[in-house]
């Protein structure tokens, strides 16, 4: 588990091993997200669909993705893989939720962002107007 900027996916790679002689893959991935100190559970979802299979007697490391409702700060997550109704494995990590980088973000998280933009296309197909109209006199 890998810090997680604020509202994007919590992103989980499971480490695999099949040691059987057929493809398979877990029927369940589970994670609990607890607060810093483990005093409550903030959120806990299941991944049941879109896993992957691990073809026989390899190791494999997949990734799984998380609905993320947390804000900012330090979290603690539990992860448990499943094989039916049995927990064929489990780990359990610090990580942080923190915030967006992406410029793109940046400029549109602001409503004012939009109104601007706005505006300006607005402005910009008056303009072209006014010049199709002036072109055709």
Do not use: C
Not at 83 to 110: C, M, N, P, Q, W
Not at 113 to 124: A, D, E, G, H, K
């Amino acid at each position: 588990m890998s810090n997680t900027e604020e509202g994007r996916p919590i992103k989980v790679v499971v480490n695999l091993q099949n040691v059987g002689n057929i493809e398979d893959k877990p029927t369940k991935i589970h994670l609990d997200v607890h607060d810093a100190y483990l005093t409550k559970i903030l959120q806990s979802n299941d991944i049941t669909k879109g896993i992957e299979t691990i073809k026989p007697f390899e190791t494999k490391g997949i990734e799984v993705k998380f609905p993320n409702k947390l804000a900012l700060g330090a979290y603690f997550g539990e992860i448990k893989v499943y094989k039916d109704d049995k927990v064929i494995g489990d780990a359990k990590t610090s990580f942080h939720v923190i915030e967006r980088t992406g410029i793109l973000y940046k400029v549109f998280s602001k409503w004012y962002s939009w109104l601007i933009l706005v505006v300006l296309i607005i402005i910009i197909s008056q303009n072209q107007s006014r010049n199709a109209v002036a072109t055709f006199l």
